[in-house]
Nanobody
């Protein structure tokens, strides 16, 4: 399975951005897919994941502002990010695993896309 993350960019505080994670090699509808992020000098941080069933989970920092979704026809998982703040600045990566037990544990994800930079600055 190959994942490709894209959609990052430079936005101002309060603005929105939508990230995409496109897959080839298998269907994301049978996988658990997550978004993680890493800011300079910090550990990789869990953001959200969507299970094969479509059930979604969020970190406390993402809850209420970010929405993870999946388009099975496009074989793509999205991360809609609203009300962005400078603290959201990071490289965002998507990851996937078969099954569904990984949750927030990045070590359990088998497939990773390259990161896409999100910068929130005025």
């Amino acid at each position: 399975v190959q994942l490709q993350a894209f959609g990052g960019g430079l936005v101002q505080p309060g603005e929105s951005l939508r990230l995409s994670c496109a897959a080839c090699g298998d269907s994301l509808s049978v996988m658990n897919t997550a978004w993680f992020r890493r800011s300079p000098g910090k550990e990789r941080e869990y953001v959200a994941n969507i299970g094969w069933s479509g059930k979604t989970f969020y970190s406390d920092s993402a809850k209420g502002r970010f929405t993870i979704s999946r388009d099975n026809g496009e074989n793509t998982v999205y991360l809609q990010m609203n009300s962005l703040t400078p603290e959201d600045t990071a490289v965002y990566s998507c990851a996937a695993q078969y099954g569904g037990s990984a949750g927030q544990n990045d070590r359990l994800y088998d497939y990773w896309g390259q990161g896409t930079q999100v910068t929130v600055s005025s």
